[in-house]
């Protein structure tokens, strides 16, 4: 975990995908799902493990969960799936996984290649290929996607009066190499992605400031549940509204938060129609 050495009065944690940046389609999208598909031999029911991963990345309450758990979500639907049982696919997740990622906090590939290593475990070898050529394609597809607009002037905003964490479940190379290509790094004081630990442990940070000055801005509900872990604030970029997200963050939130004024009443608000965004159920039909 990165220990932050307080210099400014008010902390802000940040996540990356989704909310500074929109990239998560993209990588979902064009990146994740194909590899899915291909490394776990979902070829004759691609058609519902692309609406399985979209789901549990994208459109649900999962939203920016880290990939391995992601994987596990969707392989899960995907056994539920009636059409899926009707084809006869069947839909096996590795126990071996399951125990790495229910024991590990720090879900990234260093970490899943030492127990790979120590084990020897071909299903989490298997599982490393894989987010290895997820990152792969990642590093070939996502580039010249700028932040949303307000990002910029949100975090000048800050600047000064806040010291700023990346807080991301993304691996740290790929959050400093789209940091770095729109010129934000200089805002932040550290970039803290899925080698670094949880969001939740990196937030841990905020217990350095005084009740009430450190916020979170996430788009998904891991996020709040890091910030509401660590006494946070925590602001919300809604997912599909990103735009008028930032825009209300640069005009209103940070004066509030600077001012005292967020929690409470404004910050209740922000939550009940965040919360509207999301299902936890996909429409689809599941089988007990």
């Not at 696919?89 to 290649?113: D, F, H, M, Y």
């Not at 807080?167 to 729109?182: F, G, M």
Request: proline share 6%.
């Amino acid at each position: 975990m990165y220990s932050i050495e307080p210099k400014q009065e008010y902390f802000v944690g940040i996540d990356s995908d989704g909310c500074v940046f929109d990239t998560m389609e993209l990588k979902h999208k064009e990146c994740f799902i194909p590899n899915i598909i291909k490394y776990y031999n979902l070829q004759a029911i691609s058609k519902y493990a692309r609406e399985a991963a979209e789901f549990v990345n994208l459109y649900s309450k999962s939203r920016g969960i880290n990939r391995f758990p992601a994987l596990v979500e969707a392989l899960e639907w995907l056994q539920k799936r009636p059409e899926v049982q009707a084809r006869g696919v069947e839909i096996t997740i590795p126990q071996s996984l399951r125990q790495w990622i229910e024991t590990e906090t720090k879900l990234g590939n260093p970490a899943l290649k030492a127990k790979v290593e120590e084990t020897g475990d071909e299903d989490l070898k298997h599982a490393l290929e894989w987010s290895e050529q997820v990152n792969r394609t990642v590093s070939e597809f996502v580039h010249d996607v700028p932040p949303y607009p307000m990002v910029r002037e949100s975090l000048q905003k800050l600047s000064g009066k806040a010291d700023m964490l990346v807080c991301s479940a993304t691996p740290n190379e790929a959050l400093k190499a789209e940091w770095s290509e729109h010129d934000l790094t200089q805002y932040v004081t550290e970039i803290c992605g899925q080698e670094s630990g949880s969001k939740k442990e990196t937030l841990s940070n905020a217990s350095k400031y005084a009740a009430d000055h450190s916020l979170m801005i996430g788009d998904a509900p891991g996020d709040y549940k890091a910030a509401v872990a660590n006494n946070c604030l925590f602001y919300p970029i809604n997912p599909g509204e990103e735009e008028a997200s930032w825009k209300r963050f640069h005009d209103e939130a940070i004066d509030r938060f600077f001012a005292g004024t967020f929690a409470g009443e404004y910050q209740q608000k922000l939550l009940e129609e965040f919360d509207s965004y999301l299902p936890e159920k996909p429409k689809w039909p599941v089988s007990a």
